[in-house]
Each structure stands twice: as C-alpha cells, then as structure tokens.
C-alpha cells in the first residue's frame, strides 16, 4: 500500500488517533463476536474480556502506526499479533475468554487465534499505510471512513449469520435438549437422529406438498408478471400516447397502500366469488402486487436500448410484437433475470394473504406452513427447521443468479 502523505499546515490531523479508534474498536468488536460465537459452538459460558481486548487491539495498532511506514511489512503484522497475545494473556491471567484453559482448551486456542488474525489484519488494512504523524484532512477522513466501513461489514455480517446459525442449530436440537439449556446452541455430529425435525415435517406436516404449492405459486406468478409487465414497459419507454409520462409517475402507486388494508376487502370479495381458500386467488392478487415494480425496473431498462435497432426491425417488416420477441427481450436478458429473481423472492416469501386466505394444510404454501408450526404444543425445533427450509431455496436461488440481478438493476438505475 502506498503510504498516505505526510504534510505540515493549517487543517491537520493524527493518523495516531485513527490508529487508536481502529485498534480500540477491533479489539472490543472483535472479542465481542468470537466470544459470543465461542458460547455459541461449544456451550460453553464464555465472558469475554472486551477491555482487554481493546487495550491489546490499541496496543497492536500502535506498534504499526509507529513502525516507519517504509519498513511495515508482513513481519510487522506478525509482531503485532505477538504484542496482542502476551497483552491478552498478562491482563486476562491467563483467562483470554474468561474460561479456565481446562474448559474447551482447542476451541480456546481457535478462537484466540481467529481473533488475533482478524482484528490484526483489520487494523493493517485501515491503517497499515498511516504515518504517526499529522496527515492531511482528506487523508484523516479516508482513514477514519475505513475503519467505520470496516466496522459497518462486521455489524451487517453478524447480524446476517447469527440469527441464521441460531435458526439451523436450534433446528438439529431436541426438546430435551433444548429444556435443558436453551442457550446452547452447539451440535453434536455424532447424534443418532440430528435431522429429526426434518424428518417429521416431511413426514408428518407435508412440507414436501409446501415446497410445491410455493414453487408453483412463485413461477406462475414470475411468468403473468411478465407476460403483463414486458409489453406495458415497452409501451411506456417506446411509445407515444396521451397521460404517457403521469401512467410512467404513477406506477408505483400501489405501494402507497399498505397491504393489510388491501386484504380486508380482498378477504371479502374473494369469500364471495369462493376465490378464498384457493390457489388460484393467490395467483390473483400476487401479481396485481408484483406488476407494478416490475414494469417500473423494466420500462427503465427499455429506454437504454438502442431504439435504432428496433427501427432496422421494423423496416425490415417486423411487427411490433416481433420486434419485442426478437430483439428487444434477447436484449434484455439481464433485466428479465432480475425482475423475474426479485419477483420469484415476493411471491415465495409474501405470508399476510397466505394466512388470510388459505385455510387447507393440502395448498398451504411455505410461509403458511411455517406458520402452522407456532404452537405451544409443538416443539420449537419444528419451527425452526421449517424456517429453514423456506430460507435455503431462495438463498441458493439468488446466491446463484445475483450477477443478473446486480446487471438489471444497475443497468435500469443508469439507462432509466
């Protein structure tokens, strides 16, 4: 990394003080997180020393930031990570997470080391090329947006993962078990029947039948989304008609309406038109939800496409229609991949008009049969496990197609 530059004069800051806030705050964050994730794995009671660790994290920071910046190098990070482990144990006696070493002593040594190694290169990589000295105040400012950048991807990560690995681990447990201790969230890998739950809401609950009311509910409403959504785009970006430009402003109106004051009057009409209790009513009212947004994303995406090649279409004698087919919709691929994910993800995951409507477990959808599980008289680990079979296929959806997703969306955002 290129050293930031070291300047006298007026407006000066401290990359000594964005080392202190760094090491302070890694250290503190840090402990926080492995600690918490080391009760978590083993059980066991951890209390993890958080001024410790920020004295060992400020320690380490200033060891680098005192280092010449011409002479920090990998040996650098390797001392600082020495200065942290003898500051850690010296304070701590010994107890670097406030257990005996006789308790989990290879877990102990994991976390230790996981929280050497990333609070150490956390503080290289904010301020691994900041002089001690003053530096300017652009300078002091990108440093100090590093290390709340840096903060910022710890706090979004955990809260990410952590109620996620509850969820799962919660799930492979027994109500004995979770009686027992309720705060223990390890696994035992040797357990004679760990996907217990899992084998009892197939078995018993029909989550095999859920997984495919949700399925075909989730496709068929991607396919009339865009079957409507494509051509009413194409109108409003291609197009001249009269109230063009106020049907374009107007088109996400609907999201104005709360949608637990839509459903009572939809829980009426549908009951007389014996549309409630029916698949084919939620096949009605998730695409009058999903349109809207997705021929706003899409209409944005139209009016970037060259409208030349459109014209050649046309002078070569193709309609309007075929000129949609075949070279606009090739095109746009990309939007269509991401309009079609983003509404794939409402219609799996949209739980209100499944539980107003649906009341036979035979076309219960995902959410609705995750509901059903909230009981006190069934054991919580069910729940669990149904949560997460409804969050695993739609992860592993969009993990898979995120790269068209991220392409429309920012292709709409700056051609719209």
């Not at 890694?26 to 600690?35: A, E, N, W």
């Not at 009892?200 to 399925?215: D, P, Q, R």
């Not at 054991?379 to 429309?408: C, D, S």
Request: hydrophobic fraction near 55%.
């Amino acid at each position: 990394m290129a050293a930031l530059t070291q300047t006298g004069g007026h407006g000066l800051r401290s990359g000594l003080a964005v080392a202190a806030l760094a090491g302070l705050s890694f250290g503190l964050v840090f402990m926080i997180v492995v600690g918490v994730t080391l009760a978590l794995v083993t059980g066991l009671p951890a209390r993890p020393p958080v001024g410790t660790a920020a004295l060992a994290g400020l320690a380490a920071a200033l060891f680098v930031t005192f280092t010449p910046v011409e002479r920090r190098s990998n040996r650098t990070r390797s001392y600082a990570a020495s200065i942290m482990f003898l500051v850690l144990v010296i304070f701590s006696l010994g107890q670097v997470f406030g257990l005996p070493l006789s308790e989990g002593s290879v877990w102990q040594l994991i976390g230790l080391a996981v929280f050497i190694g990333v609070t150490v290169q956390s503080i290289w990589l904010c301020v691994g090329d900041a002089p001690a000295g003053t530096v300017r105040r652009y300078d002091f400012e990108k440093l100090v947006i590093r290390v709340l950048k840096g903060q910022g991807y710890i706090f979004f990560t955990v809260f990410v993962v952590l109620p996620f690995y509850v969820m799962v681990m919660t799930s492979f447990k027994s109500q004995a078990e979770l009686l027992a201790n309720p705060l223990d969230f390890s696994i035992d890998l040797g357990k004679a029947n760990l996907f217990g739950s899992y084998t009892e809401l197939f078995t018993k609950f029909n989550f095999g039948t859920y997984i495919l009311n949700s399925a075909f509910v989730s496709v068929s409403t991607v396919f009339v989304t865009l079957l409507i959504a494509v051509p009413g785009a194409y109108a409003v970006a291609r197009l001249r008609f009269r109230g063009r430009d106020a049907f374009a402003r107007s088109i996400l109106l609907i999201y104005m309406v709360p949608a637990i004051v839509l459903v009572l009057p939809l829980y009426a009409v549908f009951s007389q038109l014996e549309l409630r209790n029916t698949i084919l009513g939620l096949l009605i009212v998730y695409p009058a939800t999903t349109i809207p947004v997705a021929l706003y994303m899409l209409q944005g995406y139209f009016r970037g496409l060259p409208a030349e090649m459109e014209e050649a279409g046309l002078m070569d004698g193709l309609t309007r229609i075929g000129v949609i087919i075949k070279i606009t919709l090739p095109l746009s691929l990309p939007a269509l991949a991401s309009v079609g994910l983003y509404v794939f993800m409402i219609a799996w995951n949209e739980f209100l008009f499944a539980f107003m409507f649906l009341d036979d477990p035979a076309i219960f959808t995902l959410p609705r049969g995750v509901a059903s599980l909230n009981s006190s008289e069934l054991p919580r680990e069910l729940m669990m496990g149904g949560a997460v079979i409804a969050t695993v296929p739609i992860m592993a959806i969009f993990l898979w197609l995120e790269r068209f997703m991220v392409q429309g969306l920012s292709a709409g955002a700056v051609k719209g």
